[in-house]
């Protein structure tokens, strides 16, 4: 029968409907049968939750970039705020990894307070029951400072002890990153490296037993590797250069750079400040010029050590500060930080150029600075060689001005004469020293009160500098009143001159 006849076309449609019947008929009776040997399909399982406990952001960074190491590894976390979780939902995670900072007196930041209480309060509960997180596999990295001593990564230990009294496995004890060690980055890396391992199913350590440095024990969870207690060696350098630490941290650095401090050495830093700026265009200049005469432009303004002995709560570097009590990192030369110094300020100057306002003749001035001011950040005097570096400032002809924290008085005596030394008063009693400077010393008080009396005894042109902080530390005149009488600067200067003004009539 030809296929052009009529009922070889209807044979033919009739076969083929047939067929297609047959086919959608077998493929919906497979995705039954399918069904009923399978009658709860699992759902897709549950992200992993990447936690940051945060306040000025270092954790949060951290995670970010275990976030990107994990993700490259094809593993699926959620980035989580705790401010924006619900700790209710806890109970459904399977896989939690934490980075949390520690805040004063080991308490924990905003982002992460009502998330702390609740699994304090859900542990210290008897009717929430030690199997709630049961399902939970986690583990956390502090983030803080050795220098705030007892509590020392109180905040990331509370979680883990709260997480653990709450049934979930911790898959290894908690890392601790020191801030102000010099290798919180090594450190991050090396447990970084270590959870990726373990969220792999490759949790073999032995690797790393070559590097001497710090032991970290390790509790392996039940059902992933061994239940064994072991101890390991963790990889890492510590930053060290020639067994000094280096002041500047990667993690530091970055965020300085950031704010457009360019980095000279280990820890010396300089930056071009408006005030230089605005005098290369022709417009004012800061109030040493206003005062005596100084052209901005032609000041340089930088730092020997961006360390300090505070985490004043106005410093300008959201307290990346590198702390500590005494110089305890790696040196560098003086003469190499001047001629750096003047080295970068000088590439800013010149970058200056072709901006409205800045002359060729201004410009040039400004590539030979004749003032030095020693007070970027950071306390200049911790620097051990400040006296062989303001030598060599004077011996280049240009003038000092040097900024002091007040808890070196020792330095403060030591110091040989300097064209102006300032000495910065951020509060007139004890209490309110302590909650602007929070300070490292114990004995900040005498500290301060005996560098203004070293100030006193200084023959030389002496500042107070005061900071007045709205709301913290402008009621008590008549403390500023004693203040004044025990250093007796030769000068006062503030941000809120009517303070000033005040003082200045009682004197
Ligand atoms: C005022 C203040 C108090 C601090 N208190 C502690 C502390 O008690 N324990 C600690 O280990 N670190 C402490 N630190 C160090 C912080 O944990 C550290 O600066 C950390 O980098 C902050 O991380 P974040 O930026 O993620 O908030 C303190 C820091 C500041 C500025
Ligand atoms: S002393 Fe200076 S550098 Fe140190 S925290 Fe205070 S403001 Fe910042």
């Known amino acids: 029968m030809p296929l052009s006849s009529v009922p070889a076309r209807l044979t033919l449609l009739a076969l083929l409907s047939a067929t297609t019947f047959y086919c959608f008929y077998k493929s919906r009776r497979l995705k039954q049968l399918k069904l009923s040997l399978n009658p709860n399909p699992s759902p897709s399982p549950r992200k992993g939750k990447l936690f940051f406990i945060s306040q000025t952001g270092t954790s949060k960074a951290l995670a970010h970039r275990l976030l990107d190491l994990l993700t490259s590894n094809d593993l699926a976390f959620d980035l989580v705020d705790p401010n924006h979780y619900e700790p209710e939902d806890l109970p459904k995670e399977t896989l939690v990894l934490i980075i949390a900072s520690t805040w004063d007196d080991g308490k924990p930041p905003a982002n992460a307070k009502f998330f702390s209480n609740w699994l304090a309060e859900s542990a210290e509960d008897f009717r929430v029951g030690s199997l709630l997180l049961s399902n939970c596999k986690f583990a956390v990295f502090g983030v803080g400072s050795r220098a705030y001593g007892a509590t020392f990564n109180a905040v990331g230990k509370d979680v883990a002890k709260r997480m653990r009294a709450l049934g979930a496995s911790e898959i290894f004890s908690i890392w601790e990153g020191d801030v102000d060690g010099g290798d919180i980055d090594e450190v991050f890396e090396a447990w970084s490296g270590k959870v990726l391992r373990f969220l792999k199913g490759d949790d073999d350590d032995e690797e790393e037993d ?122 560098d030369d003086p003469l190499e930080i001047v001629n750096s110094a003047i080295d970068l300020h000088s590439k800013m100057i010149k970058q200056m150029k072709g901006v409205p306002g ?27 060689e400040i006296n062989a570096l ?20 020792e330095k403060i ?43 006193k005894e200084k023959q030389q042109r002496t500042v107070y500098r005061l900071t007045l902080v709205k709301g913290w530390n402008t009621e008590d005149i008549d403390a500023y009143y004693n203040i004044f009488s025990i250093g007796n600067p030769i000068l006062l200067k503030s941000k809120e001159l009517h303070i000033v003004d005040r003082l200045l009539h009682q004197s």
């Open 210 to 331: 070559d590097v001497e440095s710090e032991v970290v024990d390790l509790e392996d969870i039940a059902g992933k590797g061994p239940s064994r207690r072991r101890t390991v060696t963790v990889t890492k350098t510590n930053g060290m250069v020639n067994g000094k630490k280096e002041m500047v941290t990667p993690v530091i650095r970055a965020s300085l750079v950031k704010q457009g401090y360019k980095i000279i050495g280990s820890h010396s830093g300089v930056k071009i400040c408006r005030w230089t700026k605005s005098q290369l265009r022709g417009r004012g200049g800061c109030y040493k010029h206003s005062f005596y005469g100084i052209e901005s432009h032609r000041c340089m303004e930088t730092t020997p050590s961006l360390a300090c002995a505070n985490k004043c709560v106005f410093c300008w570097r959201h307290h990346t500060n590198p702390v500590g009590k005494s110089w305890q990192w790696k040196m």
């Open 358 to 384: 800045v002359t060729l003749e201004r410009l040039t001035e400004g590539l030979s600075p004749r003032h030095c001011a020693l007070s970027l950040v950071g306390e200049p005097i911790m620097y051990p």
């Open 390 to 409: 303001v030598d060599e400032l004077h011996r280049r002809r240009i003038s000092t001005f040097l900024v002091t924290n007040a808890q070196f008085p």
């Open 413 to 455: 005596k030591m110091l040989k004469p300097i064209t102006q030394l300032y000495v910065s008063v951020d509060a007139a009693t004890k209490e309110s020293l302590k909650a602007i400077d929070r300070p490292l010393f114990g004995d900040f008080w005498e500290r301060f009160i005996d560098s203004l009396k070293s100030l």
